[in-house]
């Protein structure tokens, strides 16, 4: 661990948005479903969301090569049991979703809570989550082509949150909880060092700001 290493790690931690997320509703293409969390890390997106496919399609892991060690992915059995939980919380769930209701995905201030949902590969979400969520967007064509693919419309959508958060300063404070922030911190830092104090549950020692050990205890 280096120091510059370490301030890179502690800028990425600061600019995580805490209140924008991604829900994957029944994305069962591995390369697409990795794709959208790259994305999300490079947007600053910490938690993704997902429903897996359970019919037709091998089981869909988790693995999003290098982003799986920088975003966490939170497991749902149903869109509705997500829904509830963030609107709940009172985020805006907006469903890229052709439907006569439909906007265009840049009139949206994504500068509020918000949940972005993107569904299968080929049929999009389904109606009951078309009728769950606040509010459908589209990103417009003008081709002959009808719809991007979903890990497109995926970062196309979420460079549009991430440039309006930038304009509102929302990158320049830490959102990230200070016990979250200690914990990633450090084990992103020393992820090694992390897996052996967590088999011994203990606390990891306190860094300084160079990311060096203050007071480690012997894991």
């Keep these: 661990m280096t120091p510059k290493r370490y301030k890179k790690i502690q800028n990425v931690l600061k600019n995580r948005q805490m209140d924008l997320t991604v829900i994957l509703d029944n994305i069962h293409k591995p390369h697409n479903f990795n794709a959208i969390v790259r994305t999300c890390d490079a947007v600053g997106i910490q938690d993704v969301q997902y429903i897996p496919v359970t019919e037709g399609y091998r089981q869909l892991n988790y693995y999003a090569k290098g982003s799986q060690k920088w975003v966490e992915a939170h497991k749902y059995e149903n869109f509705s049991s997500v829904a509830d939980k963030f609107q709940g919380k009172g985020y805006q769930l907006l469903a890229a979703h052709f439907s006569d209701s ?38 417009p064509m003008h081709g002959m082509v009808a719809s991007l693919n979903v890990s497109v419309a995926s970062a196309v959508i979420l460079f549009e949150a991430q440039k309006q958060r930038m304009v509102a300063g929302l990158y320049d404070k830490r959102s990230m909880p200070d016990e979250r922030y200690k914990k990633l911190r450090f084990e992103w830092s020393y992820p090694r060092i992390a897996r052996m104090y967590r088999e011994k549950s203990q606390p990891y020692p306190e860094l300084d700001e160079d990311g060096y050990f203050i007071n480690a205890i012997n894991p």
């Design 102 to 139: 439909a906007i265009d995905y840049r009139e949206i201030d994504y500068t509020k809570p918000t949940a972005i949902v993107m569904g299968t590969e080929l049929d999009g979400i389904s109606d009951e989550t078309a009728a769950i969520v606040d509010q459908h967007i589209v990103v």
